[in-house]
């Protein structure tokens, strides 16, 4: 079965960096375009980024654009998400999906990000 197991949350201060990581299994990951969703307490999911099969396809929200980039290996079947500049409004658990926006099937379990001083 699928399974989506992220993984590299914590907690970091505001400006500071963290890397996600998602590993993959039960499928063919390099078949299979892929997410970063995020939801903070109290609200809605975010899509935070997607990225195709190859990686020449990459989406941000406009929240995030300039300060994550998401990445994949497809040799590892991993996903990951760099966060750079972090924010407090970063804050919230984060999941690795499988698929795009209104395209998705199976999501992880998710990692809490705590930006805090």
């Known amino acids: 079965q699928v399974q989506l197991v992220e993984s590299g949350g914590g907690l970091v201060q505001p400006g500071g960096s963290l890397r996600l990581s998602c590993a993959a299994s039960g499928f063919i990951f390099s078949s299979y375009d892929m997410s970063w969703v995020r939801q903070a307490p109290g609200k809605g999911p975010e899509w935070v980024s997607a990225i195709n099969t190859g990686g020449g396809n990459i989406d941000y929200a406009d929240s995030v654009k300039g300060r994550f980039t998401i990445s994949r290996d497809n040799a590892k079947n991993t996903l990951y998400l760099q966060m750079n500049s972090l924010k407090p409004e970063d804050t919230a658990l984060y999941y690795c999906?499988?698929?795009?926006?209104?395209?998705?099937?199976?999501w992880g379990q998710g990692t809490q990000v705590t930006v805090s001083s």
């Open positions: 999906a499988r698929g795009r926006e209104g395209d998705s099937d199976s």
